[in-house]
């Protein structure tokens, strides 16, 4: 499928995910993958800011209102059925591991996150339970907000272990 890998390794996209048990065997994949110059608990707190908001084109997703760019105190502490990115509620989760959402029946992500030489790695896998037809143009629109967001979640976060201000 067109946009159906951006940044992600071929072991990456074979390594199972926690969404994939929330998916039929043959809904759409899509992988995204960046790595960040930062520790993997500054990455993965910044995961936690999904629940407050989506970090990709604010004015198309965040009704035109700037995502945060300092970390909201208590925003890490996670449970199952918590609201992100307005649209996702949280299924599960594991501390510095991974983060996986879905929204309705349709759609389940897992964010996970792990150490590499320089930092960590960050990867996202989408499964879409939609027919082909509505899933390509889904994963097309999801390759552009999501390159988007994991940009901006990296610049965040490697900011924050450098100890600069934010902008």
Not at 60 to 81: K, V
Request: hydrophobic share 45%; with cysteine.
């Amino acid at each position: 499928m067109i946009g159906a890998r951006w940044g992600a390794t071929a072991e990456e996209i074979a390594e199972p995910q926690p969404c994939d048990a929330l998916a039929d065997a043959d809904a759409h994949q899509a992988d995204r993958a960046i790595s960040i110059d930062a520790p993997v608990a500054v990455v993965y707190r910044w995961l936690c800011q999904l629940r407050a908001a989506p970090y990709s084109y604010d004015l198309l997703d965040n009704r035109g209102r700037r995502s945060p760019r300092t970390l909201t105190p208590g925003l890490e502490q996670l449970a199952p059925g918590q609201r992100v990115m307005t649209l996702f509620t949280i299924v599960s989760f594991a501390h510095d591991e991974h983060l996986t959402i879905h929204s309705g029946r349709h759609t389940a992500v897992t964010y996970a996150v792990r150490p590499e030489r320089t930092g960590t790695r960050l990867t996202v896998r989408i499964r879409f339970a939609r027919p082909l037809w509505l899933a390509q143009p889904i994963v097309l629109g999801d390759l552009a907000m999501m390159r988007r967001q994991l940009l901006n979640l990296k610049a965040l976060a490697e900011r924050d272990a450098m100890g600069a201000e934010p902008s």
